[in-house]
């Protein structure tokens, strides 16, 4: 009897053993000696074959920073995750330690685009497109605080005795935005289709655009013909056809009004540097209740394998998550099944937990999903070569 119980033991010791190590994986060390307060190393998850970059910046290390670029330093376009911070570091004032790839939008030519940015992205305090899943959004402000906060635009443009909502800035006119403000950050003309809505060339504007803005402008010039090129000092407002208020009628060259922009809650407009996912994955330390639902909903989990529901789909992974102390920016390896799968958000999202992030959210992942370390790029995407993608995210550091 007592043999038994010594066997029943040992075989629960076991299995707690075994469990321990399942839920967990092999860390191993990169680049040990980059920053004080920066951490970078490979993790091989053992629950499935995946394998994981992860970088965790300290928020108490003054010397280092969150920062994000956009791709050539405008929305339409694309460029590769390296080149980014190629182009940061030669500013000289800083050195891009680590970059990952950004947020979501369109990567096909799109009539000549040649891509074009589709979530939030404030770069260096200038308010460049505006928050789209106003849940997965992420900001910095001056001092160092974390925003994660649900966050969203109100803006107007007031002309006469009227004001218009305005809904969109430097985006693709999304189902809803009938209203669009182009600033010189698009690119060189709105690339816009001439049936589909009336251009209204604006001057006097103070610029860069910032989240709390307020500036009185002038009409400079009005067009039907679609693509106007934007002035370097000045925007331009596009109108849907479909808009058919009074205020319309008030827009002729000469007139003058004020354009108003700010983002709520207020502690937004304070925000520095800031960037948009698609899909918030933690929020006080626990997973988001869709993920969870479709995870438990799940008839059968087949580890590493590809599904038409993306969110249960094994895929390269980006994500972006903070506790107190840390910051995390990860990237998880796919669609490499000798070296690894990749995760589905629910997984993703756990290993974030793991790690001890308290707040995430999801970037943008598949082939985008790149880890640059020092300008090289460290990590394999699964099209066999690096990106070129829409923006990025930076870790960097004081140049001494």
């Known amino acids: ?20 190590v399942q839920a967990g994986g092999e860390k191993k060390t990169l680049f040990p000696d ?15 074959t995946c394998v994981l970059y992860v970088a965790e910046m300290s928020r108490h290390e003054s010397v280092l920073r969150f920062e994000v670029a956009l791709a050539n330093a405008q929305v339409l376009g694309k460029e590769t995750v390296r080149s980014m911070a190629n182009r940061r570091t030669q500013r000289g004032d800083r050195r891009v330690l680590v970059a990952v790839n950004g947020g979501f939008g369109v990567l096909g030519d799109m009539r000549g685009y040649g891509g074009v940015l589709e979530s939030l992205h404030v770069q260096d305090g200038e308010l460049i497109t505006q928050p789209t899943d106003t849940e997965a959004c992420f900001g910095v402000t001056e001092s160092g ?7 969203q635009m109100k803006a107007s443009v007031q002309i006469g005795a009227h004001t218009l909502p305005l809904e969109c800035v430097n ?10 403000l182009y600033t010189p950050r698009l690119g060189e003309s709105t690339r816009t289709h001439r049936r589909r809505g009336t251009e209204i060339v604006i001057g006097g504007l103070s610029l860069p655009l910032t989240p709390n803005y307020a500036h009185p402008y002038r009409v400079e010039g009005i067009s039907r013909n679609g693509n106007s090129p934007i002035p370097r000092d000045g925007a331009v407002l596009w109108m849907s056809t479909r808009v058919k208020d009074p205020s319309v009628s008030e827009f002729n060259a000469g007139a003058e009004g004020t354009l108003t922009l700010t983002l709520s809650p207020p502690e937004w407009n304070r ?3 800031a960037i948009g996912g698609r899909l ?6 626990k997973i988001n209740e869709t993920l969870v639902e479709m995870h438990h909903a799940e008839k059968r989990h087949v580890p590493g394998k590809r599904a038409s529901v ?17 910051l995390f920016l990860i990237v998880a390896d796919g669609r490499q099944p000798k070296y690894s799968t990749g995760l589905t958000l ?26 640059v370390v020092n300008e090289a790029v460290i990590n394999k995407p699964s099209g066999q070569r690096e990106r070129e993608v829409l923006n990025a995210v930076f870790i960097t550091a004081d140049v001494p």
């Open 171 to 180: 985006q693709r006119r999304l189902d809803g935005c009938q209203v669009t």
């Open 1 to 20: 009897m007592r043999k038994f119980r010594a066997i029943i033991c040992l075989l629960f010791l076991l299995m707690t053993v075994t469990a321990i």
């Open 145 to 151: 605080e974390f925003l994660s906060t649900p966050v």
């Open 280 to 285: 918030r994955l933690l929020k006080n330390g």
């Open 310 to 326: 993306l969110n249960l789909s094994h895929e390269p992974r980006t994500a972006l998550g903070y506790n107190a102390d840390t």
């Open 346 to 371: 629910y997984e993703l999202a756990s290993i974030l937990i793991e790690l001890g992030a308290t707040e995430a959210i999801n970037l943008d992942g598949g082939s985008s999903s790149t880890f």
């Open 271 to 273: 925000v520095q540097h």
């Open 34 to 48: 980059l920053a004080q307060g920066l951490h970078i190393y490979r993790y091989d998850w053992d629950v499935e």
